[in-house]
Structure formats: C-alpha cells, structure tokens
C-alpha cells in the first residue's frame, strides 16, 4: 500500500458527460501528479499540482482541468467525454523536492462508452 | 485484471534464474531515474532509484545500472521469483518536476 488513495476505482459513463476522480495524496506529501494509462500510449503525464498551486503540465486536453485543495486532496475534472478517454488515470504524490519519488495510487478505471 | 500495453516487449525467465530488463532514456540532462513495477490491476509500485551521480545502485535482490554515456538503465533481479511477473517501467527527470516514463517490459517468470 502506497499511501495514496484514489476514489472511485471504476467508473462507466457515456460520452459526452463529466465525470470528477479524487486523490488523496501520502501524508505529509505536498506533490500531487496525474497521470493518464491506455494500452497504446503507456503513462502519460497530466499535470502536477504543489501544495494547490499548478507546478507543471504534460499532455493535457482543455477539456481535462485539475485543482489541488487546502487539505491537499487533488480532483481531476474530466468533461465532454469521447470514446477515447477511456485508460486508467493514476494519482501519485511525492515530497518537496523535484526530484522525490513518487508513489502511486491503485488508479481508477474510466470506461466511456 | 487487466492487461497494460499488450504489446509491450516480454521478457520470459525460469524461475530462479536473474532477469536483465533494459531502459534507453531520451535526455541527456536527466538527473534521476526510476523503476517502477506494475501488477495487473494496480498501480506502479517504486522499486529502485538511482542518480546521475553514481552508476550502480543496490537493493533487495534488484540492482540498477546507469550508463550515461549511452542513456542506458537497466534493472537486474536475482533469483526471479513468480511474484516478479509484471511490467517494469522506467522513469527518467531532468529536474523540472515531470518524469517521462518508458513504454515498459513485461516480465514472465516460468515455473
């Protein structure tokens, strides 16, 4: 068990709708990260939040937006859902420094159908 | 569970021999590096670290060797076990607080 817990674990939703994920990052981890999964792309990096501030931005689509609250908990938004969506999104956090491991959540299966 | 990037290099050992699993990383300024392994169904568990200070670096059963002058990682296990059965993946940052990360090898451990 990492620390890093994600809810829900699957979601099945149609396209075009919105669906939220949730992250809860390790205690005392200040770095929250996402992190999207499909078979053809591998992991590929959303976005990373720092104690609720944005830090950095990877391949993320406007119509995906993410926010990081006091109590460090992060959220991503995913909206007008495609087909295409569908992966496994995965939360890790990490300490302060730019270069702390991150540890991962257990993820959460998105199915667009 | 499901399967992570099927068509992902595999690498087929009997159990109780060493498995090699190698990482070509793309930059040069990258400064850290990490392997993760992942089971079907889970999330990516850390395994090892190393920086770019060092060429070797040593933990329970794995080992990870850096050579920066080819941008190559590799990751040793000694004495596979079933329970090493998953998809490694290489992590590489330069840094800027974003990692990239490897395509992955699945490793099959053969009873």
Same mark, same amino acid.
């Given at each position: 068990?990492?620390?890093?817990?994600?809810?829900?674990?699957?979601? @099945?939703?149609?396209?075009?709708?919105?669906?939220?994920?949730?992250?809860?990052?390790?205690?005392?981890? =200040?770095?929250? &990260?996402? #992190?999207?999964?499909? %078979?053809?792309?591998? %992991?590929?990096? =959303? @976005?990373? &939040? #720092?104690?609720?501030?944005?830090?950095?931005?990877?391949?993320? =689509?406007?119509?995906?937006?993410?926010?990081?609250?006091?109590? $460090?908990?992060?959220?991503?938004? =995913?909206?007008? $859902?495609? $087909?295409?969506?569908?992966?496994? &999104?995965?939360?890790?956090?990490?300490?302060?420094?730019? $270069?702390?491991?991150? &540890?991962?959540?257990?993820?959460?299966?998105?199915?667009?159908? | 569970?499901?399967?992570?990037?099927?068509?992902?290099?595999?690498? /087929?050992?009997?159990? !109780?021999?060493? /498995?090699?699993?190698?990482?070509?990383?793309?930059? /040069?300024?990258?400064?850290?590096?990490?392997?993760?392994?992942?089971?079907?169904?889970?999330?990516?568990?850390?395994?090892?670290?190393? +920086?770019?200070?060092?060429?070797?670096?040593?933990?329970? +059963?794995?080992?990870?060797?850096?050579?920066?002058?080819?941008?190559?990682?590799?990751?040793?296990? *000694? *004495?596979?076990?079933?329970?090493?059965? *998953?998809?490694?993946?290489? *992590?590489?940052?330069?840094?800027?607080?974003?990692?990239?990360? !490897?395509?992955?090898?699945?490793?099959?451990?053969?009873?």
């Amino acid at each position: 068990d990492s620390g890093v817990t994600q809810t829900p674990k699957h979601l @099945i939703t149609a396209t075009g709708q919105r669906v939220t994920l949730r992250c809860s990052p390790r205690s005392g981890d =200040l770095s929250v &990260y996402w #992190y999207q999964q499909s %078979l053809d792309q591998g %992991l590929q990096f =959303l @976005i990373q &939040y #720092y104690n609720g501030e944005e830090r950095a931005k990877g391949n993320i =689509l406007e119509r995906f937006s993410a926010q990081q609250f006091p109590d $460090l908990h992060s959220e991503l938004n =995913l909206s007008s $859902l495609e $087909l295409g969506d569908s992966a496994l &999104y995965f939360c890790a956090s990490s300490g302060q420094g730019n $270069l702390e491991t991150q &540890y991962f959540g257990p993820g959460t299966r998105l199915l667009v159908l | 569970g499901e399967s992570v990037g099927l068509h992902l290099p595999t690498l /087929s050992v009997q159990e !109780g021999d060493n /498995s090699i699993i190698n990482c070509a990383y793309s930059n /040069s300024a990258s400064d850290y590096f990490i392997w993760y392994k992942q089971e079907s169904g889970k999330g990516p568990q850390f395994i090892i670290d190393i +920086r770019s200070n060092m060429d070797k670096r040593q933990g329970q +059963r794995v080992t990870v060797l850096l050579n920066k002058t080819v941008k190559h990682l590799s990751l040793q296990i *000694a *004495a596979t076990q079933p329970g090493d059965s *998953a998809v490694y993946f290489c *992590a590489e940052n330069k840094g800027t607080y974003k990692y990239i990360f !490897g395509t992955g090898t699945r490793l099959k451990v053969l009873a």
